[in-house]
């Protein structure tokens, strides 16, 4: 039995990474709120989730998948987010000062 190439484990490789992210793909939606919670339908706005894409000879791509998503959840997520930065940056700060302080 003749050894795999390189070009054939790069191959395999790229088949199980595409398989892995179908597979994540449909469990990464979000639910849609239900129709009690909904006041307007004008309020939600679609978002279009890529799976990143691999350099390979084939160049094949994964589409999208849209989703809806509620823009209070949103605005609520991203100022989250913002406060995590802005404490990251602040405790590296600190940490870095105490470094050259003491270090």
């Known amino acids: 039995m003749p050894q795999k190439t390189k070009k054939q484990k790069v191959i395999a490789q790229y088949r199980r990474k ?3 992210y179908q597979d994540v793909a449909p469990k ?3 639910q849609s709120p239900s129709p ?3 006041s307007d339908p004008s309020t939600i706005s679609p978002f ?3 799976a990143p894409n691999q350099h390979t000879d084939n160049h094949s791509e ?3 998948k849209t989703f809806l998503i509620d823009e209070k959840e949103f605005s609520a997520v ?3 987010l913002q406060n995590t930065i802005i404490l990251i940056v602040g405790l590296l700060i600190i940490q ?3 470094w050259r302080i003491y270090g």
């Open 28 to 30: 990464a939606q979000i």
């Open 96 to 98: 870095m000062t105490l």
């Open 48 to 50: 279009t989730y890529h």
């Open 78 to 80: 991203k100022k989250d």
């Open 62 to 64: 994964i589409p999208g």
């Open 36 to 38: 009690s919670n909904t």
């Open 18 to 20: 595409l398989q892995q």
